[in-house]
């Protein structure tokens, strides 16, 4: 069985711990976002879903690169770097969605007559 080092390890408990602080501030935002109009109100629930969804992976994350202290095997990094393979996936479903929806509003502000 093949064993990763301690930097390693060290490195990918480091951007577990990024990845739960992305999803924090995604909730942060979704939750602010939610005290706007219709629209922001829609997105916000978004966001914030999309926040508590990087959150839960990172925390499963943060849980594999803990083991690495016990078992440093290629298996048990493996599923840390799984786990922050997936929260990145969310974290640009949600930038994506963002971005479309600034998107959309920027697209309806340019199309109103202005008198």
């Given at each position: ?33 939610q ?63 963002f ?17």
């Amino acid at each position: 069985m093949h064993k990763i080092s301690e930097q390693t390890a060290k490195a990918a408990q480091k951007h577990a711990y990024a990845s739960l602080k992305h999803g924090e501030i995604l909730e942060e935002i979704g939750k602010k976002l939610q005290k706007g109009d219709r629209d922001e109100q829609e997105l916000g629930q978004h966001m914030e879903a999309y926040g508590k969804m990087i959150e839960n992976q990172a925390q499963q994350g943060i849980a594999s690169t803990e083991r690495l202290e016990e078992d440093n095997s290629t298996e048990v990094f493996l599923e840390s770097v799984q786990e922050h393979i997936n929260a990145s996936l969310t974290h640009i479903e949600a930038a994506k969605e963002f971005i479309s929806w600034v998107k959309d509003r920027v697209d309806e502000s340019s199309s109103t007559p202005k008198f």
